[in-house]
C-alpha cells in the first residue's frame, strides 16, 4: 500500500461515511460474482485494502482495523460479535453486512483516535 500523509488532523469518527466506503468497496470487488472459495483470499485482502486506503485518505486522526469474512451463503447463517474498551467519545466502529444469492460478507472497521 502506497504511503499517505495526513493533511489535518479532523477529529471525529462518522460511522455512516465509513459504511459508504466499506460498501462501495465490497460493491466493487463482489458485485457481480458468484460464490467461489478459491477468491476468497483475494477479495478479503482487496476489501480490506481499499477500505483501508479509502478510510486512511480521508485525513483524520485515527488507527483503522479493517476485517473481512466471507461465507457461502448456507441454511445455517452467520453470527458474528466483536466488543471494545476504549475511549466512547473519540473512538467508534463500524459493520457492514452485504449478501447476494451464494454468499454473505461482513466487514468491521475499528477507529481508535490519535491523541497526540
Given at each position: ?27 466493487g470487488v463482489l458485485g457481480g460474482e458468484d460464490y ?7 477479495w478479503t485482502a482487496s ?70
Amino acid at each position: 500500500m502506497e504511503e499517505y500523509h495526513r493533511p489535518c488532523d479532523e477529529v471525529g469518527f462518522s460511522a455512516d461515511e465509513a459504511h459508504n466506503i466499506v460498501k462501495e468497496c465490497i460493491d466493487g470487488v463482489l458485485g457481480g460474482e458468484d460464490y467461489n472459495h478459491n477468491n476468497i483470499n483475494q477479495w478479503t485482502a482487496s476489501i480490506v485494502e481499499q477500505s483501508l486506503a479509502h478510510l486512511v485518505k480521508l485525513g483524520k486522526a485515527y488507527k483503522y482495523i479493517v476485517t473481512c469474512a466471507v461465507v457461502q451463503r448456507s441454511a445455517y447463517g452467520f453470527h458474528t460479535a466483536s466488543s471494545c474498551f476504549w475511549d466512547t467519545t473519540s473512538d467508534g466502529t463500524c459493520t457492514v453486512r452485504w449478501e447476494n444469492r451464494t454468499m454473505n460478507c461482513i466487514v468491521n472497521v475499528f477507529a481508535i483516535a490519535i491523541v497526540l
